[in-house]
């Protein structure tokens, strides 16, 4: 199995950091555009977004919308990990300096 370097680690951790999403701007635009779902499409969830929005019709949104509040910091962790996994991935396909 192929490793990375240090440098390369370092260069991936520092772009994950650049990249990642912040929770304070999910729990802003939940608060102020979250029947838009606005911090669903920030956080790279359009089809969930979709759906919340739609189902605000049927009442079920607004109760997702409240429990959205508690899930925001679990959705920014799942987004630096799949960021994170992606870089390690393009890294690991490069060929080594």
Not at 79 to 97: E, F, G, N
Request: proline share 3%; glycine share 4%; charged share 20%.
């Amino acid at each position: 199995m192929a490793r990375l370097t240090t440098d390369r680690q370092l260069l991936i951790e520092a772009r994950v950091a650049n990249e990642q999403k912040s929770a304070a701007v999910a729990y802003a635009l939940w608060f102020f555009l979250g029947l838009f779902s606005a911090h669903r499409f920030y956080l790279g969830r359009p089809g969930t977004a979709i759906l919340q929005i739609l189902s605000y019709f049927i009442l079920v949104g607004f109760v997702w919308f409240i429990i959205d509040a508690f899930l925001i910091p679990s959705m920014v962790d799942q987004h630096r990990a799949k960021l994170r996994s992606d870089m390690m991935a393009s890294a690991l396909a490069l060929p080594d300096d």
